[in-house]
Nanobody
Framework: QVQFVESGGGSVQAGGSLRLSCTAS????????IGWYRQAPGKERELVAS????????DYSDSVKGRFTMSRDNAKKTAHLQMNSLKPDDTAVYYC????????????WGQGTRVTVSS
């Protein structure tokens, strides 16, 4: 079955950096665009970064553009999110999943990895 395992979160001060990792299984990873989503307390989950299946073209939300960099390794079925210049507003639980617009992501979500940024 489809599984996502996220890791790499933690607590950092504003201006710090973290690198998140996602390992996927149960589907043909290289066939899908992959995204990093986040859900802050009291807010809906939002897509903040995505990468195409082949070729690695990336896209970012305005809130993280210029600070976050997403990459993927299809051979290892992994995706990464390098987060620099972190801000308190980046505090959230981060998840990875497919990006299949206009279809929704896969129904299976991992446990996420928590990022806390203090001022």
């Amino acid at each position: 079955q489809v599984q996502f395992v996220e890791s790499g979160g933690g607590s950092v001060q504003a201006g710090g950096s973290l690198r998140l990792s996602c390992t996927a299984s149960g589907f043909f990873f290289s066939n899908y665009n992959i995204g990093w989503y986040r859900q802050a307390p009291g807010k809906e989950r939002e897509l903040v970064a995505s990468i195409t299946s082949i070729g690695g073209s990336t896209d970012y939300s305005d809130s993280v553009k210029g600070r976050f960099t997403m990459s993927r390794d299809n051979a290892k079925k992994t995706a990464h999110l390098q987060m620099n210049s972190l801000k308190p507003d980046d505090t959230a639980v981060y998840y990875c999943n497919t990006v299949r617009t206009p279809l929704p992501p896969f129904r299976s979500w991992g446990q996420g990895t928590r990022v806390t940024v203090s001022s």
